[in-house]
């Protein structure tokens, strides 16, 4: 499923990976997680070993909400990394952070003297001000080397983890992640479609991704997580459909290969009640129709497939 929007950003991918202040962050972001080993030796204190503060922020916060938005029961085993730094990364901006998850975005310095932590207080509030800027929902620095996850802004649970072990080793962006490595000769931005994404509390994303180069060698891998909210917004003029001349009933959506849509139903915005009955009336599950109503969301969950859309997916063209 492709937009003019993919272009835009693609653009935008490739000019903030030329940055010099990006390049700079990606060394920076690079070493300092490679450092907290040696610079907090005695981890015990802060619980590491037990896990304690981030298992409760787990337990007691991540796993339910998850699963509120998941046709299948989902625990925590697997989302834990096991790098010791990667560890202390989540326990520093995840568990101890004092801003609430939706506010955790905000804390650009802890009260540590680290080197990470350094780098963070000089780069973070300025990737989070382009984040915001262009309506993007994630930023991410990735590790070429080891595929660990050294930034993002948002510092959801996928934040210092690995992308070759654990539970994201089969995510999108860890297919994001290998289509730079393995072209990375080339100067291409990879897109990768909708898919569930743990970390977003399984809400659907797309990610799109490039490699950061200095002198013409590859140093790490940038990707954004595609916004939902502006393909939403292209794709019912802010939800104004009148005005557009689709009258009291019509729409237009954005459907991906497996046939599900890629942006907000109409139906579901202005009468949820009524779109819930007809799909149940059409014979779709509960399960789905409950994920529906949990995340409020029908982007890779409703299906459309109707003879319009197999023949625009099979690439025929006409009235």
């Not at 037990?50 to 989302?79: A, C, E, V, W, Y």
């Amino acid at each position: 499923a492709t937009l003019d929007v993919t272009g835009r950003v693609a653009r935008q991918l490739l000019a903030f990976a030329e940055s010099p202040a990006t390049i700079e962050a990606m060394k920076g972001f690079k070493l300092g997680f490679n450092l907290l080993e040696k610079e907090f030796p005695n981890r015990d204190a802060y619980d590491i070993h037990r896990h304690n503060r981030m298992d409760d922020f787990l337990d007691t916060f991540f796993i339910p909400q998850l699963n509120d938005h998941s046709i299948n029961i989902i625990n925590k085993k697997g989302l834990r990394p096991l790098n010791i730094n990667a560890l202390l990364l989540q326990e520093f901006y995840i568990a101890n952070n004092h801003f609430s998850s939706n506010n955790r975005i905000n804390i650009d310095s802890l009260p540590q003297n680290f080197y990470y932590n350094s780098v963070h207080k000089k780069h973070h509030h300025v990737i989070r001000s382009f984040m915001n800027r262009f309506g993007y929902y994630d930023v991410f620095f990735i590790d070429n080397e080891t595929a660990n996850i050294v930034y993002t802004v948002y510092k959801e649970i996928d934040f210092a983890s690995s992308l070759n072990a654990g539970a994201y080793r089969n995510t999108n962006l860890a297919k994001a992640f290998n289509e730079v490595i393995q072209n990375d000769t080339s100067k291409g931005a990879f897109l990768v479609d909708f898919e569930e994404y743990i970390p977003s509390y399984n809400h659907p994303a797309s990610f799109m991704a490039c490699a950061i180069k200095e002198k013409g060698k590859i140093i790490g891998v940038l990707a954004f997580q595609m916004p939902i909210d502006n393909i939403n917004n292209l794709m019912t003029n802010n939800n104004k459909w009148k005005e557009i001349g689709l009258g009291l009933t019509g729409e237009t959506y954005l459907v991906g290969e497996d046939y599900t849509l890629r942006n907000q139903s109409r139906f579901l915005i202005e009468d949820s009640v009524g779109y819930y009955k007809l799909l149940k009336d059409i014979g779709v599950g509960n399960l789905k129709i409950n994920k529906i109503k949990n995340s409020k969301n029908t982007v890779g969950l409703q299906e459309v497939k109707t003879q319009g859309t197999k023949e625009a997916l099979s690439g025929k063209i006409g009235n």
